[in-house]
């Protein structure tokens, strides 16, 4: 399983970018995949997952409200629609996936397959 984000780039506070993950599985029908983050020298930290066959969506206390995972399934790509940007948004974004579900689905140690990560600057 291959995954490539795309997407990233500088916006202003209050601002929004619409990041795109496209993956190269023959089906993701069984799959959960995230969108993880991560700040110069802070942890990779959880954002949102979605459950491919489900749709069932699941987000980060910093999340809801301002970010929205979406899946297409024709063209095998997953979306975070992100909202209302500030500057604490600041990270390289990645995207990740799992072969089957689990109870949480929130930390990376929950999944297997990565996409090189795509830079997200929110200026103040």
């Known amino acids: 399983v291959q995954l490539q984000a795309s997407g990233g780039g500088l916006a202003q506070a209050g601002g929004s970018l619409r990041l795109s993950c496209i993956g190269s599985?023959?089906?993701?029908?069984?799959?959960?995949l995230g969108w993880f983050r991560q700040a110069p020298g802070k942890e990779r930290e959880f954002v949102a997952s979605i459950r491919w066959g489900t749709s069932a969506t699941r987000y980060a206390d910093s999340a809801k409200g301002r970010f929205t995972i979406s899946r297409d399934r024709a063209k095998n790509t997953m979306y975070l629609q992100m909202n209302s940007l500030k500057p604490e948004d600041t990270a390289v974004y990645l995207c990740?996936?799992?072969?089957?579900?689990?109870?949480?689905?929130?930390?990376?140690?929950?999944?297997?397959?990565w996409g090189q990560g795509t830079q997200v600057t929110v200026s103040s």
């Open positions: 599985a023959p089906t993701f029908s069984n799959y959960a």
């Open positions: 990740a996936a799992r072969s089957g579900w689990k109870v949480g689905e929130t930390t990376k140690d929950d999944y297997t397959y």
